[in-house]
């Protein structure tokens, strides 16, 4: 598996672990102005590998500095209510999914990445009808590159 692919699958899975969530997909300006059929979730939190910076290491390897979005988004109208119930939070629950978000993957790493690190934190502004906020992590990843040479057997015959 290639170390995007770990670092996509592995955030996925973690942040599957948040009932809240009912959307979380690779971005694909699924809720970008103009789309004539937003998706049809109120709660959704999609993932973004940004630029990577790579740099060639011994053995074949490679390191590089990656950037993470995930951006969480909601329906508006959804800020007062959560499953059908008045928001006890004064209608500031989508912050405590925001935090949760950040507790869950603040130092999580993989096989092929180092811990995660948040390094910033903003509205994006998408539309009228959602409200959504990027979080953007850091990380080194690690990768194998094809061997410049192959080494052969010498049989030296007399």
Request: charged share 30%; net charge negative; proline share 4%.
């Amino acid at each position: 598996m290639t170390p995007r692919k770990e670092l996509f699958i592995k955030v996925k899975e973690a942040l599957a672990k948040l009932p809240e969530l009912e959307l979380i997909d690779l971005q694909r300006k699924q809720f970008a102005n103009g789309k004539e059929n937003y998706p049809s979730y109120f709660t959704a939190a999609l993932i973004e590998i940004k630029s990577i910076t790579w740099a060639m290491m011994v053995e074949q390897k490679q390191e590089g500095k990656c950037t993470l979005d995930v951006t969480f988004y909601c329906k508006d109208g959804w800020m007062d209510q959560y499953n059908n119930t008045a928001d006890p939070e004064h209608g500031l629950i989508e912050i405590d999914i925001i935090d949760k978000i950040v507790e869950i993957l603040q130092e999580f790493q993989g096989d092929q990445f180092k811990p995660l690190n948040l390094i910033n934190e903003e509205p994006v502004e998408e539309g009228d009808e959602i409200m959504s906020y990027k979080l953007s992590f850091e990380t080194s990843i690690y990768r194998s590159v094809n061997p410049k040479y192959i080494f052969k057997k010498l049989k030296i015959t007399k």
